[in-house]
């Protein structure tokens, strides 16, 4: 029981390509097509698919989650699902370099502050301190959008990102 956070990346794979005037279907359709029964889209006459791929994920990262409220979610946190812009995970994880990079003698609470990553309340969130678990979700989230970032290039238009939470 508690707050626990995902981020995921969604593709939409075309059913066909057209070529010279001709639908073809294409190959990466096929192959979403033969993970399900033989005929499961006899009746739909759908273009294609969505694949989901789990590509992040806190447990009791309250601060975190307090940012994707405030930032992508219109303040709600209704444990809905929403769209993030790769722009929001860019800022993300440069709100979340500024806190650790901090200078000696200037406070983190306040950069927390201004970045919008403090501590947020919420049932069974976790601890509400600036503690080395608050540090460590912070690093863990600068590898992982890094590692995302990577994988998927800025001009690909066709992967799109969604974060959800439980709690």
């Not at 294409?26 to 789990?54: C, E, H, N, Q, W």
């Not at 863990?140 to 969604?162: G, K, Q, R, V």
């Amino acid at each position: 029981m508690g707050l626990d956070m995902y981020l995921e990346a969604r593709k939409y794979v075309s059913q066909n390509d057209w070529v010279d005037g001709v639908a073809k279907t294409t190959r990466d359709f096929m192959t979403l097509a033969s993970l399900g029964p033989d005929g499961l889209s006899k009746y739909s006459d759908f273009g294609g698919a969505t694949v989901s791929i789990p590509v992040g994920y806190w447990r009791k990262a309250n601060a975190i989650h307090g940012w994707f409220v405030r930032e992508v979610q219109g303040g709600v946190d209704e444990c809905q699902t929403a769209y993030v812009p790769r722009e929001k995970l860019v800022e993300l994880r440069d709100a979340c370099k500024s806190v650790m990079s901090v200078s000696v003698g200037v406070d983190r609470g306040d950069v927390a502050a201004a970045v919008g990553l403090l501590p947020t309340s919420g049932f069974f969130f976790g601890s509400y301190e600036m503690d080395e678990w608050y540090f460590a979700d912070l690093k863990n989230t600068i590898a992982m959008i890094d590692h995302i970032l990577s994988l998927i290039p800025e001009d690909t238009w066709d992967w799109s990102f969604y974060y959800h939470s439980s709690w």
